[in-house]
């Protein structure tokens, strides 16, 4: 990405249990308000009304390579059908190749104000184009429990599960929300200009979370497993 811009009961009766976020060196799993400030976090069951989320979580941030989930989501379903279609967004999906991105957004300058509308996500904007777009954490995990929900054969999902261990530009694919447990796809962002400022997206069976941190990958990894360890295993679906 090279730019940037400036529990358990509550869940399942449907609560997002959102409290002030405080400074703790010690997150203490399942509390909101103990993850660091610094950090955003949420997290969704595909049963509608059963999330989780830091009192940030609908807070307008930079989307970050992020925001190239909802331009592959507009060209797959809403684009002129191509195989360069396809291709672009399996590299930036996979990837997180900016030069894909450059050309779907040429392509489909409108194409995440697009989504923002269709999905009802009250923080996300593409003006200015993909790299200076902006999301929240919350847009974010219900824009894939809808797609895990109502569209879990989407090429996206796929391209998520089998995201390169290396980004094109050298990233290591490996932190965040990557991290917990039962996830099978992932989508990284990050910025390339300091100070560092990184973003995860991952969904998993059941449930999707995503988190933004004014921090490092390392950063996000330890404020992430802090808080949320103990929360998805409780989402997992049980046979």
């Known amino acids: 990405m090279r730019y940037r811009t400036g529990l358990i009961g509550a869940l399942a009766a449907g609560v997002c249990l959102c409290a002030a976020p405080q400074a703790a060196a010690e997150p203490k799993p399942g509390d909101p308000s103990q993850v660091p400030p610094r950090t955003a976090i949420s997290v969704r069951s595909v049963i509608p009304g059963v999330l989780w989320g830091t009192a940030n979580e609908s807070e307008p941030l930079a989307a970050l390579s992020i925001s190239k989930l909802y331009l592959a989501d507009y060209a797959l379903r809403r684009g002129d059908g191509s195989a360069e279609d396809r291709e672009l967004g399996e590299r930036m999906i996979r990837f997180s190749e900016d030069d894909a991105a450059d050309r779907m ?97 991952s969904f998993g069976p059941g449930f999707t979370v995503s988190a933004h941190t004014y921090g490092t990958a390392d950063d996000q990894t330890a404020d992430v497993q802090g808080a949320l360890a103990g929360v998805i295993t409780q989402l997992i679906p049980k046979r």
């Open 105 to 201: 957004a040429a392509k489909y300058p409108y194409a995440i104000d697009a989504v923002a509308q269709e999905y009802g996500l009250a923080a996300t904007s593409g003006a200015g184009g993909w790299e200076v777009s902006t999301t929240s954490t919350a847009d974010v995990a219900d824009f894939l429990a809808a797609k895990v929900r109502t569209e879990p054969d989407s090429p996206i999902l796929d391209w998520m599960t089998h995201a390169g261990s290396t980004a094109a530009d050298g990233t290591k694919q490996n932190w965040g929300t990557a991290r917990l447990p039962q996830v099978r796809g992932t989508k990284w962002g990050w910025s390339d200009m300091p100070p560092p400022e990184v973003a995860s997206a």
